[in-house]
């Protein structure tokens, strides 16, 4: 089984983050025969196809090339330029077969693993300079598998090739019997079948090599299940940091909501354990909105900034405890805590007007009503 350079074993099956990375630098499966196959067979099928367009092409070229003018003897000038012009000339016959066979070559890469273009490819791997590591590569099993695909090329080649002749021998042996134009055609017949046996027999190493370089390739590129573990700490954050973000997210938030008691009209409070600080401003609100909220440490915190901006703070202790559990940061208290928190402002609003001197007899709070727990509460 394959291992890295830890010994570990690479059991894991290669993630889409660690596939891209590999596309991105240029590896892709790749097969040889799939390209052999693909040029050579687009190569025969064109000139099978468009035999008699070659012909004529290919007669027209050789007679004009065996066929020089009488003028071009007594210039020798002209010659050059003449060997140009039949070069174009013989490059405008094989044209076709040109762009067929280069089509397939493009073709073919799409085929297995599509076409991308990777500059970190083109990066110069000075590791490739190591001799250890050409080492390796030359035998090392992918070594071997090329190897055995070359000598099954040859079996798989040399054997279309023999059938095809021991079949066209019969029709090989009456060809001096024939006419010219005759024995070219059967001969051209003789070798287009030769060539197409050798195709098949490419395309059937081609079929057998291309899902044996997907898997080589997908075998290549597993992970241990520690790069595994590594990759998913990348993708979804290191637990550490995690935490010391909601860390930091915590305290951010309490000194806001630290910052925001100062501007509250009072503070209900248990009176030690829940501390919930209010604001109400009638020409702007609906109703009044928790601005603070705390248990054990927080709560006292907020009581004691509460005290040094003098904000009344007001022991109803069923109502503190209503308002922790069901009030929400920023958010207007509920609706069903509407009467309890009035009668606490309107307390908290006459002891101003008394402490102002505008309101003569001390207010008193009296017993704040409140169900902690009202049907379809769950407790």
């Known amino acids: 089984m394959a291992e890295n350079e830890d010994g570990q074993e690479r059991t894991e099956q290669p993630t889409e983050k660690r596939l891209r990375q590999a596309r991105e630098q240029g590896n892709l499966p790749r097969s040889h025969e799939l390209a052999t196959v693909a040029v050579f067979g687009a190569g025969v099928v064109t000139l099978v196809t468009a035999g008699p367009l070659f012909g004529r092409g290919a007669q027209g070229w050789l007679r004009s090339a065996l066929s020089p003018e009488p003028a071009l003897l007594g210039a020798p000038e002209r010659l050059f330029p003449h060997m140009g012009l039949l070069l174009l000339k013989l490059l405008l016959v094989v044209a076709p077969l040109m762009a067929t066979c280069l089509l397939a070559a493009f073709g073919a890469p799409m085929v297995l693993g599509g076409f991308t273009s ?36 040859v079996v798989l080649v040399g054997t279309a090739a023999g059938l095809a002749l021991a079949h066209g021998m019969d029709v090989l042996r009456v060809m001096p ?110 109703a009044p909105t928790v601005v603070a909220k705390g248990v054990d440490e927080v709560a006292l915190r907020i009581r004691e900034v509460a005290a040094r901006h003098r904000v009344a703070l007001v022991s109803a202790p069923p109502l ?49 009503e409140v169900d902690e727990f009202p049907e379809g509460d769950g407790r």
């Open 118 to 153: 990777a500059p970190k490819a083109l990066v110069p791997d000075i590791n490739r300079l190591n001799p250890l590591s050409g080492l390796k590569r030359i035998y090392g099993p992918t070594s071997l598998a090329e190897l055995a695909k070359s000598l099954l090329r």
């Open 177 to 286: 019997n024939q006419a010219l134009e005759d024995a070219v055609r059967t001969g051209l017949h003789f070798a287009a079948t030769l060539l197409l046996a050798s195709g098949a027999a490419l395309l059937l190493l081609a079929a057998a090599d291309v899902p044996y370089q997907k898997w080589n390739w997908t075998r290549k590129l597993k992970m241990t299940r520690q790069e595994l573990r590594e990759e998913l700490k990348e993708s979804e954050g290191n637990p550490q940091v995690k935490g010391r973000i909601r860390q930091i997210q915590f305290q951010l938030s309490q000194r806001r909501m630290m910052e925001a008691v100062p501007t509250a009209d009072v503070v209900v409070v248990n009176p030690t354990h829940y501390a919930v600080a209010l604001k109400y401003d009638g020409g702007t609100m609906r």
């Open 320 to 368: 503190a405890r209503a308002l922790y559990r069901e009030g929400q940061l920023g958010k207007e208290i509920p609706v069903r805590l509407y009467a309890a928190v009035a009668q606490v402002l309107s307390y908290v609003y006459q002891l101003r007007a008394w402490r102002a001197g505008t309101l003569r007899a001390h207010p008193e709070l009296g017993r704040v």
